[in-house]
């Protein structure tokens, strides 16, 4: 079957490093999603990996390994606006997306 | 960049009545639209994809006849919730996919939060 597994929450000091990791199984692979949501909105883009690799993006940064069905959301320089759920998403064979549980993140002063 | 609205973006209603949820992407034409549902402290659940002109398709477990999907242009979706009860209750996202972008990035609305008493 298709799986996401991504922790369920973690804790941050603000200015600090976090990484959310996020392991996948589909039928085909399109390309791995992630994305941020705040409580009681709709999810924002991220970061969108198809190739092995890290793709930096300002503070964020996402990574992915094919062979290992496991890619990364690293955050640095936390700020207390980086408080949300981080979602992992994978696309498979058929463009669908298969979203993991997603992963609260809360940052403490 | 590609902007989705969805309109209400709240709506209470009674148990029994329809309810139903405007999807439009505002600067770029999407031949797919999806619908989401979300439970409190849930993942996203598809609930089917729309294509522009053709059926929707449902995911399993999603009841075609009690939630009506209509794609009639590359700029507009509705999601029509009938004879609503209170378990119908949730966060009703919809994203869109431009047309004929190699990227397979899906746009999402800002949500419509549904309360049927």
């Known amino acids: 079957g298709q799986n996401i597994d991504q922790p369920t929450e973690m804790t941050a000091t603000e200015g600090a490093i976090v990484q959310i990791n996020c392991t996948y199984q589909?039928?085909?692979?399109?390309?791995l999603f992630w994305y941020q949501q705040h409580a009681g909105e709709a999810p924002t883009f991220l970061s969108y990996?198809?190739l092995d690799g890290l793709e930096e993006k300002g503070r964020f940064s996402s990574f992915l390994s094919r062979s290992k069905g496991y890619s990364y959301l690293l955050l640095k320089e936390l700020q207390m606006k980086d408080s949300a759920s981080y979602l992992c998403?994978?696309?498979?064979?058929?463009?669908?997306?298969?979203w993991g549980a997603g992963t609260k993140l809360i940052i403490k002063p | 960049g590609a902007v989705v609205s969805q309109h209400p973006s709240r709506v209470i209603c009674k148990s029994g009545t329809s309810v139903k949820i405007e999807c439009r992407s505002l600067?770029?034409?999407?031949?797919?639209m999806f619908w989401y549902r979300q439970f409190p402290k849930q993942s996203l659940m598809l609930m089917a994809t729309?294509?522009?002109?053709?059926?929707?398709?449902?995911e399993q477990g999603v009841e075609k006849d009690k939630f009506l999907i209509n794609h009639a242009s590359l700029t507009l979706s509705t999601l029509t919730v009938t004879s609503a009860h209170p378990e119908d209750s949730s966060f009703y996202i919809c994203?869109?996919?431009?047309?004929?972008?190699?990227?397979?990035?899906?746009?999402f609305g800002p949500g419509t939060r549904l309360t049927v008493l």
């Open positions: 994203s869109a996919r431009e047309r004929d972008k190699d990227y397979n990035e899906q746009f």
């Open positions: 600067d770029f034409q999407a031949t797919t």
């Open positions: 729309s294509n522009e002109g053709s059926k929707a398709t449902y």
């Open positions: 589909t039928s085909g692979f399109n390309g």
């Open positions: 990996n198809v």
């Open positions: 998403a994978a696309m498979d064979s058929n463009y669908q997306l298969i």
